[in-house]
């Protein structure tokens, strides 16, 4: 079975901070990995794209990471600040279907 | 360039009633797929369209259906509700469910939330 597993659930870090998230999955025949920022009753904003073929992306203060051999992809987010606050979602796209199979997804709190 | 488009955001239905949920794919996509989010069961695959086909289908009632225009405009339905399918539906949209012709990357609407009471 095809399983994304996203840990910690929750995650509580002061201003300013460099945090990574974590994600696995069970299949390395990954076609690629995406990564979401959901604030509470919104819809997902896409953030970072990783193929498969690719080690690493990076846009601004975010850096993903793709290890398939592991099958573990990190998300680095440089400085934390009180707007990253939301809920962070990994998604990966198996061999050619088009679906995403979603982890549960870790809930940010950057306080000041 | 306007993103992916949900109608309506918020609406309330009573069980046994059915729902009717649109969603407008960004400019020149034509893959779109449906979602289902869930406090217990997360997010989950509905089903996905291209070019007015269903290619792939989750594991979902037959309650649950789906179809695509010729505008690639999708439009989800749930008939006979029950208290069980209030969530957060998103649509997501891609420019080609087929990964060699683009990048992959999925655009997702801000969502229907459907409760049923």
């Known amino acids: 079975k095809q399983e994304v597993t996203q840990i910690p659930a929750a995650l509580s870090v002061p201003e300013g901070e460099n945090l990574v998230l974590n994600c696995s999955f069970t299949?390395?025949?990954?076609?690629?990995l995406q990564w979401f920022r959901q604030d509470p009753g919104k819809g997902l904003t896409s953030l970072l794209l990783i193929q498969s073929s690719q080690r690493e992306q990076t846009s601004g203060r975010l850096n993903a990471s793709l290890d398939k051999s592991s099958g573990r992809s990190t998300l680095y987010i440089a400085a934390s600040q009180p707007g990253d606050s939301a809920t962070y979602l990994c998604a990966v796209r198996y061999g050619t279907a088009s679906k995403l199979t979603f982890g549960t997804g870790t809930r940010l709190q950057v306080t000041l | 360039k306007a993103g992916v488009t949900q109608t309506p955001r918020y609406l309330i239905k009573t069980r046994g009633q059915q729902v009717t949920l649109s969603c407008s794919p960004i400019s020149g996509h034509r893959s779109v797929s449906w979602y289902q989010q869930t406090p217990g069961q997360g997010l989950q695959f509905l089903f996905e369209?291209?070019?007015?086909?269903?290619?792939n289908k989750g594991n979902f009632p037959g309650r649950f259906s789906g179809r695509q225009f010729s505008n690639s405009r999708s439009e989800m339905n749930v008939s006979t509700l029950e208290l069980g399918d209030s969530a957060l539906y998103l649509c997501?949209?891609?420019?080609?469910?087929?990964?060699?012709?683009?990048?992959?990357?999925?655009?997702f609407g801000e969502g229907s939330r459907l409760t049923v009471l």
């Open positions: 997501a949209s891609s420019f080609s469910p087929y990964p060699q012709r683009n990048t992959g990357e999925l655009f």
């Open positions: 369209y291209f070019s007015e086909t269903q290619r």
């Open positions: 299949d390395s025949a990954i076609y690629n």
